[in-house]
């Protein structure tokens, strides 16, 4: 297991735990206190965790930087993004929203004929337009580094386009078949795709299964599409009208 993977889940830990002791991480992960150590130590220059005497807590006020998040769980998003684009169709207007996961979408898309892309990430705009694709950006507020866009202006946006599919994650998914999110202004944003497009998809990694967020946003009744790299309890399916995928 390379150090990346380790403190992917590592992090896959605190999320579900919020503390844990660094013998529960060594017992977990099965790799040597030292080595553990030094993920930790990273992590907290990170400014992921904050560590204290034999333990360490998620800073779970935020969600993780976006350029950690970037990079973390890299084979398994790069799944879920290439499941997601097969979605597309040929001239769709597609969103995508500023997650890390639908940024790994934007290599898949370029190869899609007429399509029109509206999305609040900056970084993937300007993929996709070097790319000839067709591109708005919502503009807003930058909400977070280093490019992200959100607030009223960004989602007053959305009123403008008939959105054919629209592509978004969170913070969170429960096995009542709820999608968290950590702050208010998540909720209203995953509202606000379910209402201006006409199918819904949502990504969900491995790292969001079962885990906390502070407010529910959506529910597996209000999507059309769940696509994850784990695979969710068949007695969960059978309540909801959901397509499910799974990449694995």
Do not use: W
Not at 135 to 158: H, M, N, Q, R, W
């Amino acid at each position: 297991m390379y150090q990346q993977e380790r403190m992917d889940e590592i992090m896959k830990i605190l999320k579900k735990n919020h503390y844990v002791t660094v013998d529960y991480l060594v017992k977990e992960i099965k790799y040597s206190p030292a080595s553990i150590r030094r993920d930790l130590t990273l992590l907290q220059k990170q400014g992921l965790i904050t560590r204290s005497y034999g333990g360490v807590t998620y800073k779970d006020a935020n969600i993780s930087p976006f350029k950690f998040r970037q990079h973390s769980m890299k084979t398994a998003k790069n799944a879920l993004a290439k499941k997601a684009a097969s979605l597309v169709k040929n001239g769709d207007v597609v969103f995508l929203d500023g997650s890390s996961t639908t940024q790994y979408m934007g290599r898949f898309l370029i190869e899609k004929k007429g399509i029109t892309v509206v999305t609040c990430n900056m970084l993937l705009a300007d993929f996709l337009s070097e790319h000839g694709i067709n591109t708005y950006c919502t503009g807003g507020k930058v909400v977070e580094y280093p490019g992200i866009l959100g607030g009223d202006f960004a989602l007053e946006s959305l009123t403008k386009f008939y959105i054919d599919i629209a592509f978004f994650s969170s913070t969170a998914f429960n096995l009542k078949g709820q999608i968290l999110s950590l702050g208010e202004g998540g909720v209203r944003n995953h509202r606000a795709f379910r209402n201006h497009s006409k199918q819904l998809v949502y990504l969900c990694g491995s790292d969001k299964f079962d885990t906390e967020g502070k407010f529910v946003s959506l529910t597996l009744n209000d999507i059309d599409y769940f696509i994850s790299d784990q695979n969710i309890p068949e007695e969960l399916k059978q309540n909801y009208k959901t397509t499910f995928i799974c990449t694995k």
